[in-house]
């Protein structure tokens, strides 16, 4: 069964950073991608920043391309995202997800097809 548990979220002003953790268990080789996500009020789910398991390839959304990192510890089982120049837009609650037999791209594509999610941590960009 995998688990994700998000961390590192909270209250920072424009052009700020945050640096966000997913603790990732009960993976296999079933899977091939893990992202971050995020949803707002009143706005639609959004991949943010897909990452490859396996080699490490990564895709961002236009909106944080440039602004936001992604990155992976195998041996901790763990997936951060590194956010900077933080923009009012980009509050919202933050979440890491995946599924099976899913690639990179396809993943980030596809937010409603997060077969298991995080709880989630709140990003909250305000002065």
């Known amino acids: 069964q995998v688990q994700l548990v998000e961390s590192g979220g909270g209250l920072v002003q424009p052009w700020g950073s945050l640096r966000l953790s997913c603790e990732a268990s009960?993976?296999?080789?079933?899977?091939?991608?893990i992202g971050w996500f995020r949803q707002a009020p009143g706005k639609e789910r959004e991949g943010v920043s897909c990452?490859?398991?396996?080699?490490?390839?990564?895709y961002y959304s236009d909106s944080v391309k440039g602004r936001f990192t992604i990155s992976k510890n195998n041996a901790k089982g763990t997936v951060s995202l590194q956010m900077n120049n933080l923009e009012p837009e980009d509050t919202a609650l933050y979440y890491c997800?995946?599924?099976?037999?899913?690639?990179?791209?396809?993943?980030?594509?596809?937010?409603?097809?997060?077969?298991?999610r995080g709880q989630g941590t709140q990003v909250t960009v305000s002065s």
């Open positions: 990452i490859s398991i396996k080699d490490g390839t990564t």
């Open positions: 997800a995946t599924r099976r037999f899913t690639i990179v791209q396809t993943l980030c594509d596809n937010p409603g097809w997060s077969q298991y």
């Open positions: 009960g993976f296999t080789s079933h899977y091939a991608a």
